[in-house]
T-cell receptor, first 113, second 113 residues
Framework: DVKVTQSSRYLVKRTGEKVFLECVQD?????MFWYRQDPGLGLRLIYF???????EKGDIPEGYSVSREKKERFSLILESASTNQTSMYLC????????????FGSGTRLTVV | AQSVTQPDIHITVSEGASLELRCNYS??????LFWYVQSPGQGLQLLLK??????LVQGIKGFEAEFKRSQSSFNLRKPSVHWSDAAEYFC???????????FGTGTRLKVLA
């Protein structure tokens, strides 16, 4: 089974800090995604990457950037964390189009104080 | 506009009772439809998917869903709910050749013993 591993389960950061969320997948998937999950809003796509060094903005990219230097690793960066970025962050990967389905990590719950 | 609506935010059922979770979509192209489940503290797991053919699809954990084009619906069902089914359920839609889903806002299922 494909595994998607998010490095931290819980994080607490201060306002203005630069925050890195790391995600690693172990099955050579082409595509990787970062979602934000908030109650009542469901999952919202922040960024996705369809190849190494390639990225595309999702629905809510403001305040975030991403990095994909290696195929298996996709990092989400909060340039200057703010309290409204307190949320659950989910990483996912997929072999190809939506037909293949996504494999999700367990999530990182980030609190910005 | 493309959208997925899950009208029920919360549903409570007794263990052993039947379950139906509603999902309605608005999508310009031929939709590919999915249900994901998120158990507490976990990422999302794919339950089932519909691309074409038989409109009743079977998934894992005893779930099934029926695609009704005339009603733009893809409701999830289970004949007899188990306590372990308590989770949040997300309906999603995508199109062939695309990488991204549109997710619904989720339905949280509570199971009474």
């Amino acid at each position: 089974d494909v595994k998607v591993t998010q490095s931290s389960r819980y994080l607490v950061k201060r306002t203005g800090e630069k925050v890195f969320l790391e995600c690693v997948q172990d099955m050579d998937h082409e595509n990787m995604f970062w979602y934000r999950q908030d109650p009542g809003l469901g999952l919202r796509l922040i960024y996705f990457s369809y190849d190494v060094k390639m990225k595309e903005k999702g629905d809510i990219p403001e305040g975030y950037s991403v990095s994909r230097e290696k195929k298996e690793r996709f990092s989400l960066i909060l340039e200057s964390a703010s309290t409204n970025q307190t949320s659950m962050y989910l990483c996912a990967s997929s072999l190809g189009t939506v037909l293949y389905g996504y494999t999700f990590g367990s999530g990182t719950r980030l609190t910005v104080v | 506009a493309q959208s997925v609506t899950q009208p029920d935010i919360h549903i409570t059922v007794s263990e052993g009772a039947s379950l139906e979770l509603r999902c309605n979509y608005s999508y310009g192209a031929t939709p590919y439809l999915f249900w994901y489940v998120q158990s507490p503290g976990q990422g999302l797991q794919l339950l089932l998917k519909y691309f074409s053919g038989d409109t009743l699809v079977q998934g894992i954990k005893g779930f099934e869903a029926e695609f009704k084009r005339s009603q733009s619906s893809f409701n999830l069902r289970k004949p007899s709910v188990h306590w372990s089914d308590a989770a949040e359920y997300f309906c999603a839609v995508g199109a062939g050749g695309t990488y991204k889903y549109i997710f619904g806002t989720g339905t949280r299922l509570k199971v009474l013993a």
